[in-house]
Every structure is written in C-alpha cells, then in structure tokens.
C-alpha cells in the first residue's frame, strides 16, 4: 500500500510541475511563488481538518521544519536554474531521493537485493529523465553547488516529515505549506517583483498548487505506512510524469536519454515493489 501512495504522490507531483512550467511561462515566478504558497495553505487545512486524528504542537513545528528544508530547495533550485537549469535539475533530483534513501538505510531499514538494485536504477531514471542532453553539458561549480543544496533542502525536508506520528497527519502537511507562504508573503511586501500574477497563469497555478499538496498528503501516508528509503526513491520518479505530460500534451520531443530514463523507471518501479 505504501509503494501505491508514493506513486501516486509522484503522479500527482509530476502533474503540478506541468502546470507549474506552463504558469511560469504565463507570468513572473515571484508572482506565481506568492500564488502558489498561499493557495498551498489553503488547499492543506480541509485535509488537516477532515483527515487527522490528532492535533500535536511538536508535529505541528516538525512539519514547519519540513516546510523550511523544502523553502530552501526551492530558493536554492531557482537560483540554479537561472545559470544552468540542464545540470541543476538531474543533480537536485538525485541528491533529494539519494539523501531519504541513506538516512533510511542508515536507520536500520532493509531491503532486498532487487530492492536495492531498483533503487540504483530509480536514481539513474531520475538523472536520465531530469538532464535531457546531461552528457553534453560541462558541469560548472556553480550549478553543482545550487544543484546540491537544492537536493539537500528537498531531501532533509523528507527526512524531517518522517519523524512525525502518523496520527496527526495531515496537520505536518499543512504547516509545511503554511511557513513558507508566511515567508514569501512577508518577502511581498517589500518586494520590487509583482505579487500579482496574470490571469491566464492562475487557474494553471491553482492546478499545480492542489496537485502539489495532495501529492503530499499521499507521500506523508506513504511514510507512515512504509519505508521512508523506498517511498522517497519512488516519490522522486515524478520527472518521467511531467515529460510525459509534456510529450501528450505539447508534443514535445522526449531525447534518447529521456526515454532510456522513462524505461529505467518502469523497471524500477517493478523492482522495488516485488522486490
């Protein structure tokens, strides 16, 4: 069950970060940034309110936590984005499924030979489906560093979430979503940025940002229930959704590399759940 959680949080996270790439497209990232962290806060109470069984200040503060690792990704995936998005993107998405995944072991989760074998292949899925063209591309010190800290912020924010009782979920969800749209909002304030985005970005925006925290409600099960190695590897395949939707939706061209990854992450995913 846990394995069918953390799928479908990748589904669901591979669908908002198309629309999340069409609404940036569409208007000014501050702006969708604002947008979306709001919305996020307000999209996580009903499944708080509706879904947990209890309500603890400690989970409460952990998921805030959580919420500031995953604020720095983001800040950190941005920045690198803007100088070398081909390098920083693979190499976030590895760092952020490889950190969860030692920490588990390291904590004494086990898993099968094929188990630890899918999981090799999951994180080369992610490089592969991440870095269309990756093996042309001179990696640059910058966008390791950005790529890195980006997979660091992601990846502890995981680990973090982990550390919560499985009886208040939601609420960890919510307060992970409600930190950073305090933050950015505080940031609006004074920010030279519009906070305001266009109006054919926002129903995209809206999209991403439910998809976003249904995604994360359905991994936090997912942790509950299972393992926190294989639920973060597995959440972590969403790319190979997103260039799909692409693919669909757009007609874009999925590279050699793309493609190899897409297979790798299908076998993958077969591996880890027999396994």
């Known amino acids: 069950m846990s394995n069918a959680l953390a799928l ?6 591979g669908v908002a970060a198309f629309f999340g790439g069409q609404a940036a497209r569409r208007t000014h990232l501050f702006s969708l940034l604002a947008l979306d962290q709001a919305l996020a806060a ?12 209890e309500f603890l200040v400690r989970d409460f503060l952990i998921g805030g936590l959580s919420g500031l690792f995953g604020s720095a990704g983001v800040a950190f995936f941005y920045l690198g984005l803007r100088t070398h998005m081909v390098s920083v993107a693979p190499i976030t998405g590895v760092v952020s499924a490889l950190l969860p995944l030692l920490w588990g072991l390291g904590i004494g989760e086990q898993l099968s030979l094929v188990q630890l074998l899918g ?7 992610i490089l592969l489906v991440s870095g269309q063209g990756f093996e042309k591309t001179k990696l640059r010190l910058d966008s390791i560093i950005n790529g890195v800290l980006a997979g660091t912020g992601f990846g502890f924010g995981y680990i973090v979430l982990n550390s ?15 930190v950073p749209a305090v933050l950015i909002l505080l940031v609006a304030t004074k920010a030279p940025w519009p906070t305001k985005p266009s109006k054919n970005a926002r129903v ?3 999209g991403a940002s439910f998809s976003d925290v249904f995604a994360a409600v359905l991994f936090l099960a997912a942790l509950n229930q299972g393992l926190l190695s294989t639920s973060s590897l597995l959440s972590n395949i969403h790319p190979a959704v997103t260039v ?8 874009e061209r999925v590279s050699p590399n793309q493609g190899l990854g897409l297979v790798a992450a299908v076998t993958s995913i ?3 759940t027999i396994g």
Do not use: D, K, V, Y
């Open 164 to 178: 919560t009782t499985p009886a208040t979920a939601p609420w960890p969800i919510f307060s992970a979503r409600l």
């Open 244 to 251: 799909l939707l692409a693919r669909i939706f757009l007609s």
């Open 270 to 272: 077969s591996m880890i």
């Open 204 to 206: 995209l925006i809206a």
């Open 42 to 53: 307000i999209f996580a109470l009903p499944f708080a309110l509706l879904l947990a069984e």
């Open 119 to 125: 999981t090799c292949l999951g994180l080369l899925s």
């Open 8 to 13: 479908s949080s990748a589904l669901l996270w």
